[in-house]
C-alpha cells in the first residue's frame, strides 16, 4: 500500500513532467467509485485548458495547483499509482484518468482494486479530508515536549497512533514498525507511558527513517539490508521485489534467504523487531527446550542460534540513552545483540496461561454437562425468567421432560 515515501515519489515525478505545461485533453474512465462527490465529465471539463503550477503533497494525498479554480486532489488508496509516457504509448491497465499536455506528455492514474478517490476541491487543504489529517513527518514534526502532550492524552497502543493520520499524516505499517524498532520501544505500549526521553527518540528515528525513504525514491531494493543499516528491509519483505526490478541486489538478496520461512519473514520487520515479532505466542518457551520456540520452530530470538548475518546494526547512541534511563538490563541485551526485554505493564496474561499449560502438559479439565433432572428447583430457573435451561446443564426434551414432570406432582 502507498505511504507517505511512495506518495512524495510520485509527487515529484509528476511535478518535474507538469509543472508549467497546459492540459490539452482529459480522458477519464466511468467509475462512480473512484471519483468521489464529482463526475468525470465534470472532473475533465475543469481540467481541460488549464495550466499546471505545481504539485503539492500532504500524508498519502496530492494534488495539483492550476491557474484557476477548482483543483484536482488524488489518493492512491492500495493500489494507485502515477504513471508517466509519451504520446503513442498506450495506457495501463485499469486507468481512471489520463491528463494529457500538449507538449505530448501524459499522466494516467491507474488503480486495479479501485480503492483510490478522484475528488475536485475549490480549497483542498481548508476541506476534508486534508482538513482532518495531523502533522507530516517529512514537512516537520512538532517539538518532542508538544509532541509528548499529545501521546498523553492518548490510552491506546503506541503503534496504534503512530498509524492514526489525524495526527502522523502518512505513517503506514512498516514506517511505524521500523520507527519504534528503532527508538527501542514496545509498539503495544500505551502513549500515555512514554517518557520524554523516548518520545524525542521516537521523533528522531520517524523524520530519519521517512527521509531516508524518500532520498532513494522509495525504491524499496536500495533500502539498506539488514545489518548494514538502521533502516529495515520490511517493506521489501512485505511488498517482494519491486516489479520488474532485476538489480544484482536483489538477485544476491534472494539468494541468501533460506528456503523455509523464517520468523523476520512473517513479521517483516527482522528478527529483533518489536513488532509483531514480540507478540507473547510468538516469544513462548518450551520447558523441555528453551532454545525451541513457538510451535516447535527453532527460536530465532536467541542469539546461540541466530546467523551472524541475520542480526541488526543498533543506533549507536542507543545503549548510551537506555543507560541514562536506568534500563541497564535493556543496555546489556543491546550490546550483546539481543533482543530487549518487555515492560513490565506489557506482559500479557495469555502467555503466562501458556506457560503454565507448557510446564504440565495438560489443559484446563471441563465441567462435564449434567441433566436438569439432577438441578435443585430453585436453581432451575433463569434470571431473565426463562424456565427450563440452566447455565452448564443439558435440557431434557419429550418423554424424559414429561417423566420429570409426573415425578413432582404429590
Given at each position: 500500500m502507498p505511504e507517505l515515501p511512495e506518495v512524495e515519489t510520485a509527487r515529484r515525478r509528476a511535478e518535474r513532467a507538469l509543472r508549467g505545461r497546459r492540459i490539452a485533453a482529459v480522458a477519464t474512465a466511468p467509475d462512480p467509485i473512484v471519483y468521489h462527490g464529482v463526475s468525470p465529465s465534470r472532473f475533465a471539463a475543469a481540467l481541460r485548458g488549464r495550466r499546471v503550477l505545481a504539485v503539492r503533497r500532504k500524508g498519502k494525498h496530492l494534488w495539483m495547483e492550476l491557474d484557476r479554480r477548482p483543483w484536482p486532489l488524488f489518493h492512491f488508496g492500495m493500489t494507485g499509482s502515477f504513471e508517466i509516457y509519451r504520446d503513442g504509448a498506450p495506457r495501463p491497465r485499469f486507468w481512471k484518468v489520463e491528463i494529457a499536455m500538449e507538449d505530448g506528455t501524459r499522466l494516467a492514474m491507474p488503480d486495479p482494486r479501485r480503492f483510490g478517490r478522484i475528488r475536485l476541491q475549490e480549497r483542498p487543504e481548508d476541506e476534508p479530508p486534508l482538513a482532518r489529517l495531523g502533522f507530516d513527518p517529512l514537512e516537520g514534526l512538532p517539538p518532542a515536549r508538544d509532541?509528548?502532550?499529545r501521546l498523553r492524552r492518548r490510552g491506546g497502543a503506541v503503534k496504534s497512533v503512530l498509524l492514526d493520520q489525524s495526527l502522523f499524516a502518512g505513517?503506514?505499517?512498516?514506517?511505524?514498525?521500523?520507527?519504534?524498532y528503532q527508538a527501542a520501544i514496545d509498539p503495544r505500549r500505551p502513549a500515555s507511558s512514554l517518557a520524554h526521553r523516548e518520545v524525542a527518540?521516537?521523533?528522531?528515528?520517524?523524520?530519519?527513517?521517512?527521509r531516508r525513504a524518500v532520498a532513494v525514491?522509495?525504491?524499496d531494493a536500495r533500502f539498506p539490508a539488514p545489518g548494514s543499516s538502521t533502516i529495515a528491509g520490511g517493506a521489501r519483505r512485505a511488498r517482494g521485489p519491486a516489479a520488474g526490478s532485476g538489480s544484482s541486489t536483489s538477485r544476491s538478496a534472494a539468494a541468501r534467504r533460506p528456503s523455509s520461512p523464517r520468523a523476520s519473514d512473517r513479521t517483516g520487520a527482522g528478527p529483533l523487531a518489536l513488532g509483531r515479532a514480540a507478540h507473547p505466542r510468538a516469544r513462548l518457551r518450551s520447558a523441555a527446550d528453551p532454545g525451541v520456540g513457538h510451535r516447535g520452530q527453532p527460536d530465532r530470538h536467541d542469539p546461540e542460534r541466530r546467523p551472524e548475518e541475520e542480526?541488526?546494526?543498533v543506533p549507536v547512541d542507543l545503549h548510551r540513552e537506555l543507560e541514562g534511563e536506568g534500563r541497564v538490563e535493556d543496555r546489556n541485551r543491546v550490546l550483546r545483540h539481543e533482543p530487549l526485554g518487555l515492560p513490565h505493564h506489557a506482559t500479557h496474561h495469555g502467555r503466562e496461561q501458556g506457560d503454565a499449560r507448557a510446564a504440565v502438559g495438560q489443559r484446563t479439565p471441563r465441567v462435564p454437562a449434567r441433566p436438569l433432572a439432577e438441578a435443585g428447583e430453585d436453581e432451575a430457573r433463569e434470571q431473565d425468567g426463562t424456565p427450563g435451561i440452566v447455565p452448564g446443564r443439558v435440557p431434557l426434551h419429550g418423554a424424559a421432560r414429561a417423566k420429570e414432570r409426573s415425578d413432582r406432582v404429590p
Open positions: 509532541l509528548g502532550g505513517v503506514g505499517n512498516w514506517i511505524a514498525d521500523e520507527a519504534l527518540r521516537l521523533r528522531a528515528r520517524l523524520h530519519a527513517i521517512v525514491g522509495a525504491d542480526r541488526r546494526v
